[in-house]
């Protein structure tokens, strides 16, 4: 990672898959870390910060296109780089 380099500002909504419409590669060349209720999450799929809530995968479950099952939890939701 170079750090002269300048992070581009954090959405207000972010996800990890590069098929959805709120997905930003500029963001992922750098490591991002998520709080939620002021507790690190490292499994964080997508969120929200205006609306409040992150998707985390259930488990090994998968949906029918092989995609892990994601469930949506609520709270205070903090964004930063590493």
């Known amino acids: 990672m ?4 300048a992070t581009p500002p954090l959405p207000d ?3 990890v898959d590069p098929a959805s ?20 999450r490292s499994d964080v799929e997508e969120y929200c910060i205006s609306e409040g809530w992150v998707k985390v995968p259930a488990g090994r479950t ?15 939701v ?4 590493r």
């Open 78 to 81: 903090e964004a930063f780089y």
């Open 21 to 40: 419409p709120h997905h930003l590669a500029a963001v992922f060349e750098h490591a991002i870390g998520i709080r939620l209720n002021g507790s690190e």
């Open 2 to 5: 170079n750090e002269g380099q």
């Open 62 to 76: 998968l949906d029918r296109k092989g995609k892990p099952l994601l469930i949506k939890l609520k709270g205070k």
């Open 13 to 15: 909504r972010l996800s």
